[in-house]
């Protein structure tokens, strides 16, 4: 998945979604990034590179395949392909996403 398909899939699944209560940041390896603002009413969904709570190294396309189902979330961060920094909980909150 190319990153303005990610990052609009991201923005429509948070707006469906109850607020994460947290601040999280999707980082790929390019420099691009996704941040979601959970820590509001409503989850809020921008391209800023700023600290969070938990930031998720991942490639776009390994995003876009547990996004589709095709890449299971455990099996993806044991086998390396989904680094995790910060607070684990956070991550974990990712599933009402994915």
Avoid: H, W
């Amino acid at each position: 998945m190319d990153y303005q398909t990610l990052l609009s899939e991201i923005t429509t699944r948070a707006a469906k979604a109850a607020p994460l209560g947290n601040t999280l940041k999707f980082d790929f390896k390019d420099g691009d990034v996704i941040f979601l603002d959970g820590s509001g009413d409503e989850n809020a969904v921008s391209t800023e590179d700023k600290e969070a709570d938990c930031t998720i190294k991942i490639s776009k396309e390994n995003l876009g395949k547990l996004m589709d189902g095709s890449l299971n979330p455990m099996m993806a961060f044991m086998g390396g392909k989904v680094k995790v920094d910060g607070d684990l909980g956070v991550a974990m909150k990712l599933q009402s996403l994915v």
